[in-house]
């Protein structure tokens, strides 16, 4: 059964660059997209974006200006990079693989934007 | 976007009761293969959301029986047919016709 396990600072300046990266383990990452989706505290779930293993990338519109993302298929692992963040971009952060039976999520990682 | 409407937003339940949970969305989720492309996730208090249903019906593996999806084109239900303790957090169902991919604002089932 695939675990997945965000990673990174959970402390992000105003105005800096919020990074994560997701672990996949238990299988393999290639042949999925993945996705990262975030949620403020007390509030509900926003998709920020998904990438393919090849490398293509499906951003939501709303954030596209300032998203990246990234896939390490040697080290079955993909990123997401968060430009620019201010206080509003503070939520905890999921991962999850994106197949036709649904999401699956890790645990979350909760990213503070403060100064 | 696909905009996602649940309701209730707060379902207080009896154990042993039924509950049903209302999503529909903006257009339809119906593609020509003859699938709706709606899930429905449960999360758990302190936990990250876990899959219910996809495909509109089918459930996930592990999942237990009394839980049911229903619905096409864009009226879509999640039926619980007896609530157990186990079964309070917050209900989403999400979108996957297309990107980006929208969720319903959250139901909140407790416990009467």
């Known amino acids: 059964q695939v675990q997945l396990q965000e990673s990174g600072p959970g402390l992000v300046k105003p105005s800096e660059t919020l990074s994560l990266t997701c672990t996949v383990s238990g299988g393999s990452i290639s042949s999925y997209y993945w996705s990262w989706i975030r949620q403020p505290a007390g509030k509900g779930l926003e998709w920020i974006g998904r990438i393919y293993t090849s490398g293509f990338t499906d951003y939501n519109p709303s954030l596209k200006s300032r998203v990246t993302l990234s896939v390490d298929t040697s080290k079955n692992e993909f990123s997401l990079k968060l430009r620019s963040v201010t206080a509003s971009d503070t939520a905890v952060y999921y991962c999850?693989?994106?197949?036709?039976?649904?999401?699956?999520w890790g645990q979350g990682t909760l990213v503070t934007v403060s100064s | 976007d696909i905009v996602m409407t649940q309701s209730p937003l707060s379902l207080p339940v009896t154990p042993g009761e039924p509950a049903s949970i209302s999503c529909r969305s903006t257009q339809s989720l119906l593609r020509s293969n003859g699938y709706n492309y709606l899930d429905w996730y449960l999360q758990k208090p302190g936990q990250s959301p876990q899959l219910l249903i996809y495909?509109?019906?089918t459930r996930a593996s592990g999942v237990p029986g009394r839980f049911s999806g229903s619905g096409s084109d864009t009226d879509f239900t999640l039926k619980i047919s007896r609530v157990e303790a186990e079964d309070v957090g917050v209900y989403y169902c999400m979108q996957a016709l297309e990107t980006p991919f929208t969720f319903g604002q959250g139901t909140r089932l407790e416990i009467k």
């Open positions: 999850a693989r994106d197949g036709i039976g649904g999401l699956a």
């Open positions: 495909l509109g019906s």
